[in-house]
């Protein structure tokens, strides 16, 4: 018999580019000593990474319009216009693969997030530094400043000025932000909930793994 098909979990960085508590607070320390405005771009992005679960894509296309301060929300939208660089591209191959689409209409609705289920509710007020970091950014921009490919460019930066050995890059402060809450207890379906996964299997695989990463420690 030939071997057995991988799953659709069987991709997952964790736990090998999950990084620690110390390891995350040593990249978040590092944001603060890279130059203006380098440093609070970092950190927004490591703690809406590493800590809120979202992609990099998400980070890049943030608007304050997804913030609701009442229940201290951010709302991942289903689709949104945006005329970005990347945008613009991804718009253009969907134009050329669908002959009634215009590209005006495929900008229109371009920007969305990876999957159907991660357009989602993701509350922000885990810890008060979280909720601080997304006030003091929604004061200052209206949307995140920069391209996508900036977002791997400032987590290497504070990586590097942390000297922290290993590639890291914004899907494992994503990994890091779905094993910490997996540590934490949260069940699958809220697991899925909150992360975007499409796949139940996904939640239920981080939660397998994280009990026996906390049973090991404990030995």
């Known amino acids: 018999?030939?071997?057995?098909?991988?799953?659709?979990?069987?991709?997952?960085?964790?736990?090998?580019?999950?990084?620690?508590?110390?390891?995350?607070?040593?990249?978040?320390?590092?944001?603060?000593?890279?130059?203006?405005?380098?440093?609070?771009?970092?950190?927004?992005?490591?703690?809406?990474?590493?800590?809120?679960?979202?992609?990099?894509?998400?980070?890049?296309?943030?608007?304050?319009?997804?913030?609701?301060?009442?229940?201290?929300?951010?709302?991942?939208?289903?689709n949104e216009p945006c005329d970005c660089g990347y945008c613009r591209r991804q718009a253009g191959q969907e134009v050329t693969h669908n002959d009634q689409l215009t590209e005006t209409d495929a900008i229109a609705s371009r920007w969305h997030p990876k999957t159907v289920a991660?357009?989602?509710?993701?509350?922000?007020?885990?810890?008060?530094?979280?909720?601080?970091?997304?006030?003091?950014?929604?004061?200052?921009?209206?949307?995140?400043?920069r391209s996508r490919s900036t977002i791997n460019r400032r987590v290497e930066e504070a990586a590097d000025q942390a000297n922290l050995t290993g590639r890291i890059h914004p899907h494992c402060l994503r990994a890091t932000a779905d094993s910490q809450h997996a540590y934490k207890g949260v069940v699958p379906v809220p697991l899925q909930a909150l992360i975007g996964w499409s796949d139940l299997a996904t939640a239920q695989k981080y939660i397998r793994i994280s009990g026996t990463a906390t049973a090991d420690a404990r030995c």
């Open 1 to 78: 018999m030939g071997q057995p098909k991988p799953t659709s979990t069987d991709h997952l960085p964790f736990p090998r580019d999950v990084l620690n508590d110390r390891e995350f607070e040593l990249l978040l320390e590092a944001c603060g000593d890279l130059p203006a405005p380098r440093g609070f771009e970092a950190r927004f992005i490591c703690l809406l990474g590493g800590r809120l679960g979202l992609y990099a894509g998400e980070i890049a296309h943030f608007n304050s319009s997804w913030l609701d301060w009442n229940r201290n929300l951010i709302r991942i939208p289903q």
């Open 118 to 145: 991660s357009a989602r509710p993701i509350p922000f007020d885990l810890s008060l530094r979280i909720e601080l970091c997304i006030e003091r950014f929604a004061n200052r921009y209206s949307g995140f400043p």
